[in-house]
């Protein structure tokens, strides 16, 4: 596959990550802060993605794959505080007392209609929790990135 079908595929593979977010969200499920957390890195990887469609050689195609690894790795750490493998100190889940723990700009955040509980599954497919999912695509598009930055090195 050429660079930049490669380059296209994960760009697009985060884009969509990001447009399915929105649906969701746009359904009635809101994201919490942890969720939020985990689209930054695709909207990285979209900038990236046509950066890296106008400049040669692997640097741009290697941000990429470092923006999805961050996705990726943020999924696994939202999916371990849904599970309960760990606990995450912040303002959305209920080891900090919960929505008492949350500053009243978290409580009325523009960034969603509702406040969401971090460590609590709003909606599961097979198991696994939106995080989850993220997690797992975003770690298909880090393999995509990469070999995007092999065939960059062999274009050079």
Not at 88 to 115: F, H
């Amino acid at each position: 596959m050429s660079r930049t079908l490669l380059i296209l595929a994960a760009a697009g593979g985060s884009l969509a990550m990001l447009l399915g977010a929105y649906y969701w969200q746009s359904q009635g499920y809101p994201p919490c802060p942890m969720c939020w957390w985990q689209r930054y890195p695709h909207f990285a990887a979209v900038g990236i993605g046509v950066l890296a469609l106008l400049v040669r050689g692997p640097a741009f195609p290697a941000l990429g794959a470092l923006a999805a690894l961050t996705t990726s790795g943020l999924g696994v750490l939202h999916t371990g505080v849904e599970k309960g493998w760990w606990v995450l100190q912040t303002a959305c889940t209920t080891a900090t007392g919960g929505l008492g723990g949350m500053s009243g700009s978290d409580l009325l955040s523009v960034e969603g209609d509702r406040a969401v509980m971090c460590d609590q599954v709003s909606w599961d497919y097979l198991g696994l929790s939106m995080a989850s999912w993220n997690a797992l695509l975003s770690a298909g598009l880090v393999l995509i990135w990469l070999l995007a930055v092999r065939a960059s090195r062999r274009a050079a």
